[in-house]
């Protein structure tokens, strides 16, 4: 059973399908709240409604009836290690109304990749004054609201204020994308609407893209900076007000709409398994095959794993391409493990970083290996790079020849439909 359908979930669901452990096919569940996977690192520009979700998203029933896995969708509530129970909420219709009961469901195999979530780390006033964008559903509230906002900033001719705290890459990117869905939105009629918007991007760090070589950070911000965006940096913010960011200054970074972007943890629901080790942030902590290091028959990966490597003083980060490497390991290696082979151990291979501000740049580094160890990159050959990631995705969930018909279907889409959702 596989909790959580994310780029971890989805990938080894996929591929663990076909394969037999003693002669017999794995069975395989996923279970998910949601009823369709879009590739994460893409959620700011669902948010932004610069992509159509429609089109960018995977149904898992569709993806499940092509590969033979199970889907069942839900919210997980928590789990039963003694009785090998995955509890499951009632799952609702977007109207309240009850499609699915609250029910329970058996494993003997359970694998975690829940991803992660935002972390206000108590900050008041952010549950109640901020969104975040974890969730392909949480990006499309998101862009609801940031298209409502535009609305009414036209038709009022009153300036539209947007804060997002958090400079890591999704920040970065979804401040980007907005300035971008300004310039957009004029020429579908919103007359001056680049004028009226502005996005401060708050990070309480010294600089921006913390996990990002020095290079790529400035360069980043400098060009933020050239659209409008306003960058605050060695900014903390002690609270979320209806008007705004209070930071420790005392001083208020204006928005009336807010982004909280900030930190890393894995979903609470993980918290309460008990007899786990697990960090402070909920993520559980497994040894080199990926096991958790108290229950053999539970592994994790991604977000909401922990792993330290050999020799390393520092976990593996919380990204997409860690997440990849894991799947593709364990979708080659679980059924080995669930017959008592011995495998070789996780190894991680960093192949560099990549951030996009939208339609107007993209930075990126070319990873610790190879010739070009440590290269920088920018312009159209990072954002190339960017996009390749996203195919590359497509092609392992759906084939090379299927990958390449979407990615056809995506260049024909961008010249016969709006470049922004305007409905």
């Not at 996923?30 to 369709?36: F, G, K, S, V, Y």
């Not at 206000?120 to 392909?136: L, Y």
């Not at 420790?248 to 890393?264: E, M, P």
């Not at 990926?290 to 980060?317: H, V």
Request: aromatic residues 6%; positive net charge.
């Amino acid at each position: 059973m596989i909790l959580g359908g994310g780029v971890a979930g989805i990938e080894i669901a996929t591929r663990l399908a076909a394969r037999t452990v003693g002669g017999r096919r794995v069975k395989v569940t996923l279970i998910d709240r949601e009823t369709a996977h879009v590739w994460k690192p893409m959620l700011h520009t669902i948010a932004a409604g610069t992509r159509d979700v429609h089109q960018q998203q995977t149904a898992y029933v569709a993806q499940a009836r092509t590969h033979g896995f199970v889907f069942q969708p839900g919210e997980v509530l928590g789990i039963d290690r003694g009785a090998r129970r995955v509890l499951l909420a009632p799952w609702l219709s977007a109207q309240g109304q009850e499609l699915l009961p609250a029910r329970e469901v058996p494993y003997n195999t359970l694998v975690l990749a829940l991803g992660s979530t935002a972390n206000d780390f108590g900050t008041p006033g952010v549950k109640e004054h901020c969104r975040t964008i974890d969730s392909r559903r949480q990006a499309i509230e998101f862009n609801d609201e940031v298209r409502l906002r535009i609305l009414q900033s036209v038709t009022k001719n009153e300036p539209l204020a947007i804060g997002i705290v958090g400079g890591g890459a999704t920040g970065v990117e979804l401040a980007a994308e907005l300035v971008e869905l300004a310039t957009l939105a004029e020429y579908y009629g919103a007359t001056g609407m680049s004028r009226r918007l502005g996005v401060t991007l708050v990070e309480s760090g010294d600089r921006l893209l913390a996990a990002f070589p020095e290079r790529i950070a400035q360069a980043s911000r400098s060009r933020l900076e050239e659209l409008g965006v306003t960058v605050k940096t060695g900014a903390r913010v002690m609270a979320a007000e209806p008007e705004g960011f209070r930071l420790s200054d005392g001083s208020l970074v204006d928005a009336g709409l807010k982004v909280w972007a900030a930190g890393v943890k894995a979903p609470d629901v993980l918290a309460s398994l008990d007899g786990l080790e697990m960090t402070r942030t909920h993520q559980v902590v497994v040894g080199p095959t990926l096991q958790a290091t108290q229950d053999a028959d539970i592994y994790a990966l991604g977000d909401c794993s922990s792993l330290t490597l050999a020799g390393q003083g520092r976990p593996l980060p919380p990204t997409a391409q860690v997440a990849h490497q894991q799947a593709r390991y364990l979708a080659q290696w679980l059924p080995d493990l669930l017959a008592g082979r011995s495998v070789p151990d996780f190894s991680y291979r960093d192949f560099g970083s990549l951030v996009s501000l939208g339609g107007f740049d993209a930075y990126g580094s070319l990873g610790k290996f190879g010739f070009f160890k440590g290269g920088f990159i920018r312009g159209r050959v990072a954002q190339l790079g960017h996009a390749m990631l996203y195919r590359s995705h497509q092609a392992r969930l759906h084939g090379f020849w299927h990958g390449s018909l979407l990615w056809l279907v995506d260049r024909i889409n961008a010249r016969v439909r709006p470049a922004i959702r305007v409905d």
